[in-house]
C-alpha cells in the first residue's frame, strides 16, 4: 500500500546524501518534497501541515546543524514524526479484571468486519483465549452464516440464535450474549454489529444501543484504508454518534496510497490496534506504529519477521534438522521439502522479502516472485519414491522423465531441480564443515587435514643447531633442567595445566618496590 509514498520518500532522502551540511534551502525543497508525497499519498491536509512544520522546525535545530552525518539526522527525524503520527506506541487490547471482555466491531458495510471478527478471533484463540463471536448483524443478507463460516474455519463458538436477513433484534442478542458466554466459560466476546452504504441515523442509534446494552471493554472502528481521506470523515462521524477506543484498518494490503493510515489516528485521536493485509484469517496482526514507519521509509520490519517465523517454525523439526547437519549427515531431498514447506507457512514470499531492509529497491524483481513455483516444486518432489527423494543420484533419464509425468511439468524443470538441489547439498556439507571460520564446527578438521597434506611427502626435517643434529644422530636427549623430570619438556615439570615445576621459585617482588620507570 505505501509503494508511491516510500518511493518518493527514497528519493528525497538519496539526494540529501554526499552534503556534509544542509542549508535553509536544502531544508525547504526537502520539506516540499515531503509535502508533495503525503498528499499524493492521499493523507488529510491538515496532518500534512503538522507534519511538515515539525520537520522543519526540528531540521533547523541544533540535532541537524551539529550532526556528523545531516542527512541521516533528517531521515531520523522523518521516521520520529511518522511513529508519532501513527501512535507513537503500540495499543493492546484491555481486557476486563472480571471476563467476559466484551468488544465491539462497528464501522461501514463493506469495510470488512464480518471477516475481520473471525480473524481477531482466530488471533484471540492464539494468544490463549477462549473468544465467542456473536452475530449481531441482522441487516445484511447472509451475514449470519458467513460469519458461522468464520468461526468453523478459526475453530471459534459462534452465538447466533437468529436467522438474520431482517429478522430478529440485534439489541437483544447482543444482551442475551455475555450471560451465554459466562456459562459457556468464553472470557471474550466479539459483537459483530450492522454496518451501511453511508452514515444514517438508523445505524447510529441501532449501533448506541448495543453500546448502551452491553457496556462494551473496547469499541473497535473497522475502516476501509482503500478510501482515503473519507476514512478520516467517516470515523468522526462515529466518534460523535457512538464513540471508539481503537481503529482497525483493513485491505492494507490493496493498491491505495495510504493515507487512511497516516490520517484517522492524527484527526481523531485514537490509536490504530489491528491491521489486516490479507483475505486468509492469519492475515491479521498488532498493529506497531515504529514498524509502519519503518516500512514505508525502506527500512525493513526484522521484528514481524522474527515473530512470523517464531509462530510458524515447528522447533522440533527445526532441532532435528539442526542435529542432523551437526552429524555429518547429507541433505536430502526430504529434508529440502520439508524446508520448503515450513517457508511456505510463514505467507507469501514477496511479503517476506518486504520486510527486508532496502528491498523497496528492488520491487521490480520481487514483483516476478511467483509462489506457485514453489507448489510446483513440492509437486515434483512428491512424485518421486522415497529411495529418489533420498538418494537423488540415481535419478536416470528414465526416471526423471516419469517424474515430470506425474508433475505435470517438462523433464527440464526436472532437471533444473535436481541441479540447484546438488547445489544446495555441496552448500550444506560446507557449512557442516565450517568453512574453515574459526569456532565452526569441523574446522579443526579442516585444519588437520591440511596440514597433513602440506606435510605429506616431506622426510624427517633436521634442525639447524650442529649440537641438536648430533644428539639426533646418536639417540640422545638435551639435559633436563634440575627438578624437572626427565622426558618432558623444560618448564612444564609434568604436573597438571596451570602448576608451577617443582623447585620453581617465585621473585622477590619487594626489591622491585618503588622504583619507577
Known amino acids: 500500500m505505501f509503494e508511491t509514498l516510500s518511493d518518493r520518500l527514497t528519493t528525497v532522502f538519496s539526494s540529501l546524501r554526499g552534503k556534509g551540511k544542509l542549508s535553509e534551502a536544502d531544508i525547504d525543497a526537502t520539506a516540499r518534497e515531503i509535502r508533495v508525497a503525503l498528499l499524493e499519498a492521499d493523507v488529510a491536509l491538515p496532518v500534512v501541515k503538522d507534519f511538515i512544520a515539525q520537520i522543519k522546525e526540528r531540521a533547523r535545530g541544533v540535532e541537524v546543524s551539529q550532526a556528523l552525518n545531516p542527512a541521516q539526522q533528517v531521515v531520523k527525524i522523518v521516521n520520529e514524526e511518522l511513529v508519532n503520527i501513527l501512535g507513537g506506541e503500540t495499543r493492546h487490547v484491555r481486557f476486563a479484571k472480571t ?36 452475530a449481531a448483524d441482522l441487516q445484511r443478507p447472509n451475514a449470519v452464516q458467513q460469519l458461522q463460516v468464520l468461526g ?31 456459562r459457556a466459560q468464553h472470557d471474550v466476546v466479539i459483537i459483530d454489529t450492522a454496518g451501511r452504504l453511508g452514515i444514517d441515523e438508523e445505524m447510529m442509534r441501532q449501533a448506541a444501543d448495543i453500546r448502551d446494552a452491553v457496556r462494551p471493554d473496547e469499541i473497535l472502528f473497522v475502516v476501509d484504508a482503500m478510501i482515503g481521506q473519507d476514512a478520516v470523515t467517516t470515523a468522526q462521524a462515529f466518534i460523535d454518534g457512538v464513540g471508539f477506543d481503537g481503529v482497525v484498518l483493513t485491505k492494507l494490503d490493496g493498491d491505495a496510497r495510504g493515507g487512511a493510515a497516516l490520517s484517522v489516528r492524527h484527526i481523531t485521536g485514537r490509536p490504530i490496534m489491528f491491521a489486516s493485509t490479507g483475505e486468509k484469517l492469519e492475515d491479521f496482526d498488532v498493529f506497531h506504529p515504529e514498524r509502519m514507519a519503518g516500512r514505508i521509509l525502506d527500512m525493513g520490519d526484522i521484528l514481524t519477521l522474527i515473530e512470523i517465523a517464531e509462530k510458524n517454525f515447528d522447533a522440533e523439526q527445526t532441532e532435528k534438522m539442526a542435529s542432523k547437519f551437526a552429524s555429518g549427515e547429507d541433505f536430502s531431498l526430504e529434508d529440502f521439502l520439508e524446508q520448503m514447506q515450513m517457508i511456505r507457512k510463514l505467507g ?15 520491487r521490480q524483481q520481487l514483483d516476478q516472485i511467483d ?19 533420498r538418494n537423488p543420484k540415481i535419478l536416470n533419464g528414465s526416471r526423471r522423465a516419469r517424474i515430470a509425468g506425474g508433475s505435470g511439468v517438462s523433464v527440464t524443470e526436472v532437471n533444473n531441480l535436481v541441479t540447484r538441489f546438488f547445489d544446495a547439498q555441496k ?30 611427502g616431506k622426510g624427517k626435517q633436521r634442525s639447524g643447531d650442529p649440537r641438536k643434529r648430533a644428539q639426533e644422530a646418536t639417540g640422545t636427549k638435551a639435559p633436563q633442567p634440575d627438578g624437572a623430570p626427565q622426558g618432558l619438556p623444560p618448564g612444564l615439570g609434568g604436573g597438571l595445566p596451570g602448576q608451577l615445576p617443582p623447585g620453581f621459585q617465585m621473585p622477590d617482588l619487594s626489591k622491585l618496590q618503588g622504583k619507577k620507570k
Open 152 to 182: 468453523e474455519r478459526a475453530a471459534t463458538a459462534v452465538y447466533a440464535p437468529e436467522p438474520g436477513n431482517g429478522a430478529g433484534d440485534p439489541v437483544e442478542v447482543a444482551r442475551q450474549s455475555i450471560e451465554h458466554a459466562k
Open 427 to 456: 552448500m550444506m556439507r560446507q557449512m557442516a564443515g565450517g568453512m574453515g571460520i574459526p569456532g565452526m564446527p569441523g574446522t579443526r578438521r579442516k585444519q588437520v587435514k591440511a596440514a597433513a597434506k602440506k606435510n605429506k
Open 371 to 389: 509462489d506457485r513455483d514453489l507448489d510446483r516444486i513440492g509437486g515434483i518432489i512428491n512424485s518421486m519414491t522415497p529411495d529418489e527423494r
Open 348 to 362: 507469501p514470499i514477496k511479503n517476506l522479502l518486504g520486510m527486508m531492509p532496502g528491498m523497496g529497491q528492488m
Open 99 to 134: 471476563p467476559p471482555t466484551v468488544i465491539m466491531l462497528a464501522g461501514l458495510q463493506g469495510s470488512g468486519k464480518t471477516t475481520l471478527a473471525g480473524k481477531l478471533a482466530r488471533w484471540l484463540k492464539s494468544e490463549g483465549h477462549a473468544p465467542l463471536l456473536v
